[in-house]
């Protein structure tokens, strides 16, 4: 159970995060958007295969 909790919550922050891409590229910040691209590809990653 605790398992799949915390791989839900990676992928949430994951979206959260794919979110945020958007956000910065809308803003014009194109390297805070490629670190938060990485970070939500990172935290996705970490959910899917921690479930």
Same mark, same amino acid.
Do not use: E
């Given at each position: 159970?605790?398992?799949?909790?915390?791989? @839900?919550?990676?992928? +949430? /922050? %994951?979206? +959260? =995060? *794919? @979110? @945020?891409? +958007?956000?910065? /590229?809308?803003?014009? /910040?194109? /390297? %805070? &958007? *490629?670190?938060?691209? =990485? %970070?939500?590809?990172? &935290? $996705?990653? *970490? %959910? $899917?295969?921690?479930?």
């Amino acid at each position: 159970m605790t398992d799949n909790l915390l791989a @839900g919550v990676m992928v +949430f /922050i %994951g979206l +959260f =995060l *794919a @979110g @945020g891409v +958007f956000s910065l /590229i809308k803003q014009g /910040i194109k /390297i %805070g &958007a *490629a670190v938060c691209a =990485l %970070g939500a590809v990172l &935290a $996705v990653t *970490a %959910g $899917v295969l921690w479930w």
